[in-house]
């Protein structure tokens, strides 16, 4: 490790020092997470960090073979979110999920609890403060220290900008150090793999290996009964209601526009379910914005944690999924989609649902470049916002639900990420087994 990183990371410790010690004078310090009370099972872990259950279900086609890959190592699952943990845990059962803080003090905790043979970050972020969702510069560095391979898989650019001052000093500081820690990077194009080089990567260990969450979109044999809410889904599906499912549906204006096109729909033959599904619904603030929404424009809805039991009356409106990964759940038994503004397009079509978006989408976030792409070769349908309710009417009565995408056939030159990844991988695998 060069000298001068880690005289950067001393005089950085310092700054970091202070800076809690001012938080904790004005009472503004963030309140330290208590550390999950299950032990590892085992002395060797796989370290991976996904920040949201999006990103966990994005990569996971790839991390299921890498887990079958490293059986000898226990599965650590890393996030920023405390409230991710059981549906972490519903996806890897078995798992350990750490909630991670920017607290150098406790990186170094964890590394002693949890002694890793590989740290993975999955997704994000490839600069630092580079998402919502960061990652320390810290949790890296000390994991290299100790002779921890680092890498990076599905990587992509978020542009954002640091969001307090210790995350700019961290980042003017460290950038360049940050991204010749990793010993593999994947990225998804050929403009990701540039921007990294020029900004301090190691050009020989940058590879461009295509979006793994195109690998997501082989047909799957969804089980109901395997799902969280199992009566739920179940007794939905045995209802033969026409479900419109609309996932990460979060501006307001947004869940305004649907909740407004929905309503021609209300008068259709079946009793047609609007099955709304908004992102952060941790957010208290959030759902009482949306609940006066409902209330407003005199929907029957009920939100899916009030339920008393796994049923839905067939009075039921609307129902508001205001729970944690249960969204591809809900896909599976809607009669077609919508998608929010820069969100997921492909968990849906995974189950060969009809996907509508409508315009404005921003073309710098990640997700643009696929959204583009599908929107292309017609597998999603864009409708202008004063046609919204038509397109949701149509879909319901013509027959046309599901007719954008039938099998992996269609996509076939996106997918096979999930391997190049793991070739690319492979000398680290094989050090990490060791």
């Not at 073979?65 to 519903?90: C, I, P």
């Not at 590394?111 to 890296?140: K, N, Q, T, V």
């Not at 194009?189 to 082989?218: C, M, Q, W, Y």
């Not at 315009?359 to 919204?388: C, M, N, Q, S, Y």
Request: aromatic share 8%.
């Amino acid at each position: 490790m060069p000298l001068t990183v880690q005289v950067k990371w001393v005089v950085f410790r310092l700054l970091e020092w202070l800076s809690e010690v001012r938080e904790r004078l004005r009472g503004t310090a963030n309140v330290i997470l208590p550390r999950a009370h299950a032990q590892p099972a085992r002395s060797r872990h796989l370290w991976v960090y996904t920040t949201t259950i999006g990103e966990l279900d994005a990569v996971g086609p790839f991390l299921k073979r890498l887990v079958q890959r490293l059986q000898d190592l226990q599965l650590a699952l890393l996030t920023d979110h405390e409230h991710y943990r059981e549906s972490f845990l519903l996806r890897f059962p078995g798992s350990l999920v750490r909630v991670i803080d920017h607290h150098s003090a406790r990186t170094l905790e964890l590394l002693d609890e949890l002694p890793p043979a590989l740290l993975l970050l999955a997704e994000i972020p490839c600069l630092l403060s580079d998402a919502p969702c960061r990652f320390p510069f810290g949790l890296a560095f000390e994991a290299k220290r100790r002779g921890v391979p680092v890498c990076l898989v599905n990587g992509w650019l978020y542009r954002q900008q640091p969001s307090c001052l210790m995350d700019s000093i961290e980042k003017a500081l460290f950038e360049r150090d940050y991204l010749r820690l990793f010993d593999v990077m994947t990225v998804q194009d050929e403009s990701i793999k540039r921007t990294l080089v020029a900004a301090g990567a190691h050009p020989d260990r940058v590879f461009v290996t295509g979006n793994i969450k195109f690998d997501a979109l082989a047909p799957v044999n969804w089980d109901p009964h395997a799902a969280k809410s199992a009566q739920l889904l179940e007794a939905i599906r045995a209802s033969g209601r026409p479900v419109l499912t609309a996932g990460c549906v979060t501006n307001i204006e947004e869940q305004e526009l649907v909740l407004d096109a929905f309503r021609a729909c209300l008068s259709l033959p079946g009793n047609p379910l609007l099955v709304l599904a908004p992102r952060h619904p941790e957010n208290a603030e959030r759902m009482r914005i949306l609940e006066r929404l409902l209330e407003d424009r005199g929907y029957r809805f009920v939100f899916e944690s009030r339920l008393a039991e796994e049923r839905l009356e067939g009075s039921v409106q609307c129902l508001v999924v205001d729970t944690l990964g249960e969204l591809k759940d809900f896909y599976a038994v809607s009669t077609f989609s919508y998608v929010g503004l820069n969100k997921n397009v492909l968990e849906p079509l995974t189950f060969g649902k009809r996907v509508i978006v409508t315009p404005g989408w921003d073309p710098v976030r990640p997700g643009f470049a696929v959204h583009k792409l599908l929107l292309t070769r017609g597998f999603i349908t864009a409708v202008p916002h004063e046609a919204l309710e038509r397109a949701f009417v149509r879909s319901f009565t013509d027959g046309e639900a599901g007719a954008e995408f039938r099998n992996s056939r269609e996509c076939a030159d996106l997918v096979g990420a999930t391997d190049r990844c793991l070739a690319c991988l492979d000398p680290v695998l094989v050090r990490a087994q060791l």
